[in-house]
């Protein structure tokens, strides 16, 4: 946590309890999880830190459909395909991407913000699933 900030109870807390995470969580879900082993830590206290954490780069936000923000720690090798059916995340890695990106710059000019890019679509189990009830 020391990427240019002090380093706090509360910030290494935050940092761990996205570290230990399974998935993704939301700035409520943290706060609940970090309250527990530090009561005085509160959920604008927990928002304040994350913005601070992104500007050092320790983690990014993302937005899966039209939900809140979900925090990871900062990883630049993959990006998220998220399933507006069933609501799942999987992990794209960016290699797999790149070609996508690079017809973006090529052809629009558009440099995507990697950090905060997901990819909303039906997941192949929810596609097998509508194909199969017809729809």
Known sequence: VDAGGRRTASRQAIVETIAGARGHLTAEEIAERVHRRFPSVNLSTV?????TLED???????????????????????????????????????????????????????????????????CRRCRASAAKDGG
């Open 47 to 51: 928002y304040r830190t994350l913005d």
């Open 56 to 122: 050092l780069a320790v983690v990014d936000h993302v937005h899966f459909g039209h939900g809140r923000a979900v925090y990871h720690l900062r990883d630049e090798s993959h990006q998220h395909l998220y399933c507006e059916k069933c609501e799942r995340v999987e992990e794209l890695p960016v290699p797999k991407l790149g070609a996508f990106l690079r017809l973006l710059d090529r052809e629009y000019g558009f440099e995507v913000d990697r950090r905060h890019f997901a990819i909303v679509g039906r």
